[in-house]
């Protein structure tokens, strides 16, 4: 392999990593919350991506209102999951919650199997045309997608650092209890981490439709999978640790691919996830619990 | 007398704080101690020290000479350490009878397929834990509660079966977690009587974390009070409630 | 009064006939079906592979409360050991002469050999998954259960050699599994799960799923508990696979994907985790309701998760919570019951008979 060509595999990981590390970021938010794993989060892009879908082949809107749309239809899903599935759920068992949150992902999918049918909807790329960099092609697709994460990232940092919103949020991770005590709204502030990790959800699933063009029923199973693997592996809760997660995970499945070896990179990615949880569970940047007794 | 447990000089440190430091106990066969304290003294952390929950920083645990440096909760019970919890934590959705049975897993000896194939020492074993953990009961007066499942049985009776569960195996030393905690006045004296019937019937040392001063200076030979992490005193009942650092740093503060 | 109690060898006899009595049954019911009959022995036969699958993850979902998502993993294991074993034999040929006799040891050494199997990947995945808990035990099985499946759809490109014959199928397995081999593979595996459980084994488990520390208190190896409930599970997932391979005759990996798992799992959560009765009624009615009604297959799966989730929301233990059958218990209440009706002037009597 020519070193320009592991250049440009290297841009192609990263591409699709901020991508996995835009989803890490909600499934982190959420876990550092309310302590689970929101399964429904993967299939939420999946409905943002046929929202840019609709909205651009079929409804020819201009693409910066196809993105809004997404943005905003995702958010709405994920409060609405969030206020229908998981409020009431809030002080049963986490099985429970685990389980309901199977049970919603799989009824998005199985609902957008029957409300948008089973086969791929391929659509015209959003953004053509590439650039050179000394001997590397690299599209402008990849630059906008990695970019916008970044920019994402820091904006997100912020808030959750320097706003009021942000310290209730990291408030209610840290004790709930306690929160509630210090007058802080659990409904407003958990409904809040929901959109703003749906919100990045539909970010997302734009910049996904970018890459690939195209959007199926289960498209977000595995998207959200490889993400939560991600987070997982960052260190869940993490920002930071969301964000080194996403770009691990794809620069590896990219670097599979270019060893030529691209129907193992699932088996590659679930590998890693496996070392990683035996020997550091709490990731690269997260934080160690125990029961007390 | 030979004593059962013995603590040397056991510490440890979480976070650099220091939860515990320089405790010493001993406590010997037939004997009750109980270990007194304000709130967040670090008794239960004791406990835990004990029971090889936590790792302690610095010191040694000897149980009948035998240090248990090392050792995991389940070795540890193994040994002869049996205990009860602050907040009690019974197998709840399994059978009164069953909670005690389990406690006998170590001491039956057929294996997985001899329960698969239902062979003779499946039905052996299990007839004669049956018959013991109906006597353990009997002891206590529970055995008309054998089939009920025990997150249903009242508060009293939890707590008492937890107290079973743990005799049931065949502990040197019992550790109760603040026994008679949320009971009433004739609820705490109905388990006085039970801890006393436990060391005269069972000859085992028993350690009990309490903040009913009743029960303590009721049926305790020797106390030791916490504070802070640290040991402040020493003694019999007696002399506990008459050390003037003890009034001060406990008991005078509670009478205010 | 004195209550009736059941010896255990007629708890025994009473359960040995009625499931003879269920055997003819069935039997009865596909032979005088006429043509129907094939398709009924069908569903039969996938009820019962069902029904195999949801008790095992029965065992580690509601005994040891854990959440393993990777069930179709092993039923997948199981599946290719049995058929690449029943391939290797001359049990086709045996088939197709009519010697059905001459298969049973072949069939017992499939099924055998496919527990085994299934069982050392549940090791192998178990002692290192049990460590943690929870969500991540999920997604860490979860993990596991894919990477079975890539590499049992690429592996032939490593060994250089047709073994599981990749995404294209392994096919041709010989059809081994009829209505009497489902049927008593099906009993064996339930009576195996009933007598783990009701064992010092089935206790400690038991106590694991309550409460973990105390558990290790009264000395209970966790460990060991664990690892192997989760082995167990595993095997009698691996016989259910060995079962499913020689009733379809040909085996593809995408057929146990994740899908596959959560399918199993749903089962398990409708019929009420750590209830045996609740996985097999709730394996019984998902198997045969989306077959006798047809056109309602396309909203099968939607369905599945609209149960789920409201079941979770309204009646999170399931439809038979942790209540478990016993034939022996219901007959001794209905005994009581009309005894006490007989003698219900004899009300002065409130002494509970100890059982002993």
Known sequence: MTFSLLIAQLINGLQTGSVYALVALGYSMVYGIIKLLNFAHGDIIMVGAYMVYYAIASFALPPVVAIILAIGVSTLLGVTVEKVAYTPLRSAPRLSLLITAIGVSFLLENGAQLVFGADQKSMDPLITGSVMFGRVNVSYTAIVTIVVSLIIMVLLWFVVNKTKAG???????????AAQLMGISLNRTISMTFAIGSALAGIGSVLYLAAYTQASPTMGSMLGIKAFVAAVLGGIGSIPGAMIGGFTI??????????????????AVFLVLIIVLLFKPTGFLGKKMQEKV | MSNVLKCEHLRVVFGGLAAVSDFNIEVNENEIVGLIGPNGAGKTTVFNLLTGVYTPTSGVITLCEKDLAGMSTVARNHEGIARTFQNIRLFKDMSVLDNVMNSFNTRMHYSIAESLLRLPRYWKEEKAAKKRAFDLLQVFNMQDMADEIAGNLPYGSQRRLEIIRALATNPKLLLLDEPAAGMNPAETENLMETIGKIRDSFHIAILLIEHDMSLVMGICEKITVL?????????????????????????????? | ???????????????????????????????????????????LITIGINIILATSLNVVCGYLGQLPLGHAGFMAVGAYAGAIFMKSTPAATLLRAGNHAAVIPYIIIAVL???????????????PALRLKGDYLAIITLGFGEIIRVVLTNIDSVLGFKFTYGASGLARIPKFTSLNVIFVFTVICLFLIHVFM?????????????NEIAAESVGINTTFYKTAAFVFSAMLAGVAGCLYAGYIGS??????????????????VLGGMGSMLGSVISAIVLTALPELLRSFSDYRMVVYSLALVLMMLFRPKGLMGTYDFSMGNTIEKIINRIRGGRSKADTAETGKEVKG
Do not use: C
């Open chain 3, 1 to 43: 009064m004195k209550k009736t109690k059941l010896s255990t060898p007629v708890r025994y006899t009473i359960n040995t006939v009625l499931t003879i009595i269920l055997w003819a049954l069935l039997t009865l019911f596909v032979s005088s079906s006429g043509l129907k009959g094939e398709y009924y022995r069908g569903i």
């Open chain 1, 167 to 177: 310290k209730a949020m990291r408030a209610v991770s840290e004790d709930m209890g």
């Open chain 3, 251 to 268: 085996l593809y990996p995408s057929t146990f994907k994740f899908m596959k798992s959560i399918e199993i799992l749903v089962m398990v």
């Open chain 1, 250 to 267: 794809g620069v590896l499945e990219a670097l599979v691919a270019a060893a030529g070896f691209s129907m193992w990179k699932d088996a």
């Open chain 3, 113 to 127: 050999v496919s527990a085994v199997v299934a069982g050392i990947f549940g090791l192998l995945i178990g002692i």
């Open chain 3, 198 to 210: 009701k064992s010092r084994h089935g206790r400690a488990v038991l106590s694991i799923r309550d």
């Open chain 2, 227 to 256: 504070n802070f992490g640290e040991v402040i005193a020493q003694g019999t009942p007696e002399e506990i409630q008459k050390n003037p650092v003890v009034i001060e740093a406990y008991l005078g503060k509670r009478r205010d």
